[in-house]
């Protein structure tokens, strides 16, 4: 498959997208893991969990079918005011890059709302989405307990020391 950038757009959630919100990240935690509880209630409900929350989903589509999805979720906790998280790249897609320009995007979204920071819980297993992150900027931390089982390291990058010190 032949691919170009230029081939894939970075769009913001649309109802009409919300199965394959689902459908993208539980393909890549069948593939490495299993779903797990908080998978199922953010999974089956990204507006409500989501998006009346305060946070953005954005997606790469191609031929106009969603084939990437990457979240940003507005966190509750004093530490951290961003989440990038839910990120997936369908199979066949994987390589091309769509996993850093949805990144790129989401650190974009959260300099646009003047965030201090942003989180990420992830897995070592997943070493090209772990070096993606430190590329990114992105430093390990030890941040709040997860509520994922395979979350084994968590990563900030932060984006304004002065915006809420």
């Given at each position: 498959?032949?691919?170009?950038?230029?081939?894939?757009?970075?769009?913001?959630?649309?109802?009409?997208?919300?199965?394959?919100?689902?459908?993208?990240?539980?393909?890549?935690?069948?593939?490495?893991?299993?779903?797990?509880?908080?998978?199922?209630?953010?999974?089956?409900?990204?507006?409500?969990?989501?998006?009346?929350?305060?946070?953005?989903?954005?997606?790469?589509?191609?031929?106009?079918?969603?084939?990437?999805?990457?979240?940003?979720?507005?966190?509750?906790?004093?530490?951290?005011?961003?989440?990038?998280?839910?990120?997936?790249?369908?199979?066949?897609?994987?390589?091309?890059?769509?996993?850093?320009?949805?990144a790129?995007?989401?650190?974009?979204?959260?300099?646009?709302?003047?965030?201090?920071?942003?989180?990420?819980?992830?897995?070592?297993?997943?070493?090209?989405?772990?070096?993606?992150?430190k590329k990114?900027?992105?430093?390990?931390?030890?941040?709040?307990?997860?509520?994922?089982?395979?979350?084994?390291?968590?990563?900030?990058?932060?984006?304004?020391?002065?915006?809420?010190?």
């Amino acid at each position: 498959m032949s691919i170009l950038p230029s081939d894939i757009s970075i769009v913001d959630y649309k109802p009409e997208y919300k199965t394959a919100f689902r459908d993208l990240n539980k393909e890549w935690i069948d593939t490495y893991f299993r779903m797990e509880p908080a998978d199922y209630e953010s999974l089956d409900h990204p507006e409500e969990n989501i998006i009346n929350k305060g946070g953005f989903i954005f997606y790469g589509i191609h031929e106009g079918k969603p084939i990437a999805v990457c979240t940003l979720k507005k966190m509750t906790i004093p530490d951290y005011d961003y989440e990038l998280s839910k990120m997936a790249v369908t199979s066949g897609y994987q390589g091309l890059g769509i996993g850093k320009r949805l990144a790129i995007r989401v650190i974009e979204k959260a300099k646009e709302l003047n965030a201090r920071n942003v989180f990420i819980e992830s897995n070592t297993i997943l070493v090209p989405a772990i070096n993606l992150y430190k590329k990114l900027g992105f430093k390990e931390v030890i941040g709040p307990p997860s509520p994922f089982e395979r979350s084994n390291i968590q990563l900030e990058l932060i984006l304004n020391k002065d915006i809420g010190e």
